[in-house]
């Protein structure tokens, strides 16, 4: 008797921790915190860095597991067991705009991080360490800058099927997705974009924008001719009623037609005037250029 209760016992424990299990609200996963990276117009100190690391004389860069070496030691305050987080600055090397004014305004938000990860250090010298690279985004290598690793929020997310494609505006403040992680065109679900929308417009960790699209802006992305949307301008309406795509008679744009909704993503990271947005759902691609507002 005694052991058929205690196996009664056995199976509530088990369908108690289960059913915790699944009223616990969804958060977003490691990785999209600590490796989203950001946009940033703060000055960021790099004095510590990155000198290089074990069997370097056979590779230039290091990953999860290996052991790196930083400029700092114990003469510095650095000791056994201090945790560090490895960042780089990056640029888009293809140097070509998706959408008019790309460049422009990025170049005023600041300077984009990428996150490479986070290293432990495991034997100090008096002014060098020896650190282990706990956990990789990428790959690190020399001259990566080092900073104090300070944890992150993990903000919940919300439950699935609450999305609304044909959303009225928020009234809330509004900006675009100025560039992703990566520098990629084209996003979805699970990716991290960028937006000119910040701490001191208020936005917080944890606020979500909803992601939006206007037709016939007449300043459409790279593959779009002018106002793709309804007609093209000029000779090259002859081009669309010959293949039959037609187009309409009177003058249509952005701000007589109802935009389209897009999908949704949670604020992961903030900075003065920038915001970094995990994409939580979408019903399809979203572009840079794309627009952003808070819900």
Not at 100 to 117: M, P
Not at 224 to 238: E, L, M, P, S, Y
Request: some cysteine; charged content about 20%; glycine content about 10%.
């Amino acid at each position: 008797m005694r052991g058929k209760i205690v196996f009664a016992g056995l199976i509530l424990a088990l369908t108690g921790v289960g059913a915790a299990a699944q009223n616990a609200p969804r958060v977003p996963t490691a990785d999209d915190i600590y490796c989203p990276g950001m946009v940033s117009s703060e000055n960021v100190p790099r004095d510590t860095y990155l000198i290089t690391g074990e069997g370097s004389d056979t590779k230039v860069t290091f990953q999860e597991g290996d052991y790196v070496y930083i400029n700092k030691g114990s003469s510095q305050g650095v000791k056994v067991g201090d945790e560090f987080s490895v960042i780089r600055s990056v640029f888009n090397w293809t140097e070509t705009d998706w959408w008019q004014w790309e460049s422009r305004i990025l170049s005023k938000l600041g300077t984009v991080w990428e996150d490479e990860g986070r290293v432990r250090v495991v034997v100090t010298q008096s002014n060098v360490s020896i650190a282990q690279i706990e956990h990789s985004c990428s790959y690190m290598q020399r001259g990566d800058i080092v900073q104090r690793f300070i944890p992150r929020p993990a903000p919940p997310l919300k439950e699935n099927g609450h999305f609304d494609r044909f959303a009225p505006p928020s009234g809330k403040p509004a900006a675009m997705v100025i560039a992703t992680k990566g520098f990629h065109a084209e996003v979805g679900n699970g990716d991290s974009i960028y937006v000119n929308l910040g701490a001191t417009q208020g936005v917080k960790v944890g606020d979500y924008f909803r992601i939006f699209r206007y037709n016939g802006t007449q300043h459409e992305r790279a593959y779009q001719t002018r106002r793709f949307a309804f007609n093209a301008d000029g000779d090259d309406i002859i081009y669309f009623r010959q293949y039959g795509y037609g187009s309409v008679p009177l003058s249509y744009k952005w701000d007589n037609v109802p935009r389209e909704v897009l999908g949704e993503g949670i604020v992961t990271r903030t900075t003065p005037n920038s915001s970094t947005v995990l994409v939580t759902y979408t019903l399809r691609e979203c572009y840079t250029g794309d627009y952003v507002e808070v819900e």
